[in-house]
């Protein structure tokens, strides 16, 4: 459920945000009162999703490291601050260990974990001489549970849990909490032609809830990292698994 208001003032800038959970996301942080600016690479997408919304869209190509800290800068800019960063972003393909090739690996790791790393370090600085901010990104059930035919998948997300520890750790101090959020089978777009009704009934099955996750169950989560409700959680990383993964 929406909380109106509870986010009043804050300035959030949502990586991936133009569709899927990130944007998702972007419109719950909206609906509950900050200023969003998303970030993609699907400029029409993510134009028609910020301009839905209210919110401002900046294109980026989140594997040019130096592109992201120019935009990142650039948003903010727009936003005259940041309070929130919500990393969203992420690729995904279905490849089995002896086809995966070291290119799909890099491409991989420098969208889904070293993105994670440049936005993080470039909207710190601001954080910090602000007195606080709030970090949020996507890991996934795979950081935990692994999985077959996605192994650059699930280490990328196993090191976005570690660096979100890495960043509770030597960021707390400047009261920024970061947190990832592991998401279980969640219906977006993404991976969309990967599976079929037969996979969508039997990964059901596999949450004692009997459904998957919708964009939303990821959503209500991170607004209340990103708010004063969730001060004093950080270094966590949060199932939203329909109960899948309880680890």
């Known amino acids: ?58 294109p980026v190509d989140l594997a040019d490291p130096a592109q992201t800290r120019t935009v990142i800068a650039d948003a903010i800019a727009a936003l005259g601050g940041v309070d929130v960063l919500v990393n969203s972003a992420g690729v995904f393909r279905l490849v089995s260990l002896l086809d995966l090739e070291v290119e799909e690996w890099d491409r991989v790791m420098d969208i889904n974990a070293r993105a994670m790393l440049v936005t993080m370090q470039s909207v710190a600085p601001t954080m910090i001489a602000a007195g606080g901010g709030r970090i949020i990104n996507l890991a996934s059930m795979a950081a935990k549970a692994g999985g077959a035919n996605e192994a650059h998948y699930a280490a990328s997300k196993a090191a976005v849990v570690a660096l979100t520890r890495a960043a509770a750790i030597e960021w707390g101090p400047h009261n920024i909490t970061a947190n990832a959020i592991c998401p279980g089978y969640v219906l977006t ?10 996979q969508i009934a039997a990964w059901s099955a596999k949450s004692p809830l009997g459904r998957l996750g919708h964009p939303d169950d990821v959503s209500g989560l991170a607004a209340y990292l990103a708010s004063a409700d969730g001060s004093y959680v950080t270094g966590q990383a949060l199932n939203v698994t329909g109960g899948m993964v309880m680890h």
């Open 1 to 58: 459920m929406t909380i109106p208001h509870r986010l009043h003032g804050s300035k959030a800038i949502v990586t991936g945000g133009a569709r899927g959970i990130g944007a998702a996301i972007a419109r719950r942080l909206v609906d509950e009162g900050a200023e969003v600016v998303i970030l993609d690479l699907l400029a029409d997408t993510g134009d028609a999703c910020a301009a839905s919304i209210g919110g401002t869209f900046l």
């Open 189 to 198: 777009e993404m991976g969309a032609a990967t599976r079929t009704p037969e």
